[in-house]
């Protein structure tokens, strides 16, 4: 049980690694981060500083549909964030191959506590996101 | 940063804390990294932490998952709870009263400090219903070592206010989830900290939606701190199967103890 697990994690790791490497290079060789703020000389101050509550999203993308957009245009800071919501996804691949094994286990309380784990991490991914009291 | 985030994943992989009050502090103070961009670096590090170390230890049948989802039930609600009410409460009481909390309870931890495996625990009613008692090998001692767990409901209790602190700071709460497991349900100090490293990459997953969304997540900072505490964690995983519990625990106390104090200061509003 333990092994598909930790497979899957592995996998789910090794994506998001190779994508974030990916989008590191790709930074560094068209030396641009495909939005605003170039990635040479001074623009370090630019993004390091990038206040998100002062600017619009102009130097990042922070939705999923900007993200996938922006890494069909192979923007690098676009296929990073790729990389790293590929990374937020691994937990809750986690606890869905937990939700199977328990199934196929037949242990019905387990099924339910993880079937009740899921709903809140998916619930806290797309619906929550979305009521204006979170948006500090 | 990517050194930093390193040996930022050996230690939270190790103790079971996501590492991302190291990170914190480390981004904002030395990189000079806007507070919001390193929170939000700090929560991705912590799915990184967890997952990055969790690999190993749910292989090696180390972290008890039936326990770790179980108490989940609760840190989740809990994280979300306190993502929401994050804008009304002022943070640097909740730094305070986090750094108090953290420093009453190295004293038990310390007081323990020399035993290597709980003595005398009995199961209880939960842990019979839902059979959370098992066993995990060890590795240093070379032999499959056999575990009660205890005091079910304090330790969900525990476990959601360790959820609201996580959805409330942006961090991992780790030595919440370490203390609840090791010292109200008297699990083994491996599995401790190894249950709540794959619980702690839940917690964040629960709140990092959020930090996502408001801009929180700077491609350019993430990328190395993610990469150098994958590292990490998988050099920090190795080290744990081998490392006796009561030199873990010894660890344990020691970063509490430095995790305490950056609280208080931080309440008092003197940077560390």
Redesign the interface.
């Given at each position: 049980m333990q092994l598909l697990v930790s497979h899957t994690l592995l996998y789910g790791l090794l994506a998001s690694t190779v994508i974030i490497v990916i989008g590191l290079v790709l930074m560094a060789v068209t030396n641009s981060t495909g939005y605003a703020c170039d990635s040479s000389g001074d623009a370090l101050n630019c993004i390091l500083s990038f206040n998100p509550l002062s600017s619009s999203a102009s130097i990042y993308p922070t939705t999923l549909a900007s993200v996938i957009s922006g890494v069909l245009q192979t923007k690098p800071f676009a296929i990073i964030e790729l990389g790293v919501i590929v990374l937020l996804a691994t937990p809750v691949l986690r606890v869905f191959n937990s939700l199977i094994l328990f199934g196929l286990e037949r242990d019905r309380s387990f099924v339910l506590i993880t079937l009740f784990v899921l709903g809140v991490l998916l619930f806290s991914f797309f619906i929550v996101p979305s009521i204006p009291i979170f948006k500090a | 940063m990517f050194l930093t985030a390193i040996a930022a994943g050996i230690i939270g992989a190790i103790v079971g804390i996501g590492g991302g009050l190291l990170v914190t502090p480390v981004l904002t103070l030395i990189?000079?990294?806007?507070i919001?961009?390193a929170i939000g670096a700090s929560v991705?590090s912590i799915?990184?932490t967890?997952?990055?170390g969790?690999?190993?230890y749910?292989?090696d049948?180390v972290?008890n998952?039936?326990v770790g989802?179980?108490l989940?039930?609760t840190t989740?609600?809990g994280?979300?709870t306190g993502?929401?009410i994050?804008?009304y409460i002022n943070s640097q009481v909740l730094f305070a009263l986090f750094g108090v909390v953290l420093l009453l309870s190295i004293v038990p931890s310390f007081r323990k400090r020399k035993e290597e495996f709980p003595k005398g625990v009995e199961n209880d009613a939960w842990s019979k219903?839902?059979k959370l008692s098992t066993s995990y090998p060890d590795m240093r001692l070379k032999k499959e070592v056999p575990y009660n767990v205890t005091h079910t409901p304090a330790g969900l209790s525990i476990m959601y206010a360790a959820g609201v602190i996580s959805g409330l700071l942006g961090i991992g709460s780790g030595a919440f989830k370490v203390l609840g497991m090791e010292g109200a349900m008297r699990l083994p100090m491996k599995v401790s900290t190894t249950t709540s490293n794959?619980m702690i990459?839940?917690t964040?997953?629960?709140?990092?939606?959020?930090y996502?969304?408001?801009?929180?997540?700077?491609?350019?900072?993430?990328?190395p701190v993610?990469?150098g505490i994958?590292g990490g964690a998988n050099i920090g995983t190795r080290l744990l199967l081998k490392m006796k519990n009561t030199t873990i625990r010894y660890i344990f106390i020691i970063v509490l103890f430095a995790i305490a104090v950056e609280m208080i200061a931080k309440s008092l509003g003197v940077p560390i």
């Amino acid at each position: 049980m333990q092994l598909l697990v930790s497979h899957t994690l592995l996998y789910g790791l090794l994506a998001s690694t190779v994508i974030i490497v990916i989008g590191l290079v790709l930074m560094a060789v068209t030396n641009s981060t495909g939005y605003a703020c170039d990635s040479s000389g001074d623009a370090l101050n630019c993004i390091l500083s990038f206040n998100p509550l002062s600017s619009s999203a102009s130097i990042y993308p922070t939705t999923l549909a900007s993200v996938i957009s922006g890494v069909l245009q192979t923007k690098p800071f676009a296929i990073i964030e790729l990389g790293v919501i590929v990374l937020l996804a691994t937990p809750v691949l986690r606890v869905f191959n937990s939700l199977i094994l328990f199934g196929l286990e037949r242990d019905r309380s387990f099924v339910l506590i993880t079937l009740f784990v899921l709903g809140v991490l998916l619930f806290s991914f797309f619906i929550v996101p979305s009521i204006p009291i979170f948006k500090a | 940063m990517f050194l930093t985030a390193i040996a930022a994943g050996i230690i939270g992989a190790i103790v079971g804390i996501g590492g991302g009050l190291l990170v914190t502090p480390v981004l904002t103070l030395i990189f000079g990294v806007d507070i919001r961009l390193a929170i939000g670096a700090s929560v991705v590090s912590i799915i990184a932490t967890s997952s990055g170390g969790a690999a190993a230890y749910v292989r090696d049948r180390v972290t008890n998952i039936r326990v770790g989802m179980f108490l989940e039930i609760t840190t989740t609600v809990g994280a979300i709870t306190g993502a929401a009410i994050a804008a009304y409460i002022n943070s640097q009481v909740l730094f305070a009263l986090f750094g108090v909390v953290l420093l009453l309870s190295i004293v038990p931890s310390f007081r323990k400090r020399k035993e290597e495996f709980p003595k005398g625990v009995e199961n209880d009613a939960w842990s019979k219903k839902l059979k959370l008692s098992t066993s995990y090998p060890d590795m240093r001692l070379k032999k499959e070592v056999p575990y009660n767990v205890t005091h079910t409901p304090a330790g969900l209790s525990i476990m959601y206010a360790a959820g609201v602190i996580s959805g409330l700071l942006g961090i991992g709460s780790g030595a919440f989830k370490v203390l609840g497991m090791e010292g109200a349900m008297r699990l083994p100090m491996k599995v401790s900290t190894t249950t709540s490293n794959f619980m702690i990459g839940v917690t964040a997953a629960a709140s990092a939606g959020i930090y996502f969304v408001r801009g929180d997540v700077n491609p350019f900072i993430v990328a190395p701190v993610v990469l150098g505490i994958l590292g990490g964690a998988n050099i920090g995983t190795r080290l744990l199967l081998k490392m006796k519990n009561t030199t873990i625990r010894y660890i344990f106390i020691i970063v509490l103890f430095a995790i305490a104090v950056e609280m208080i200061a931080k309440s008092l509003g003197v940077p560390i």
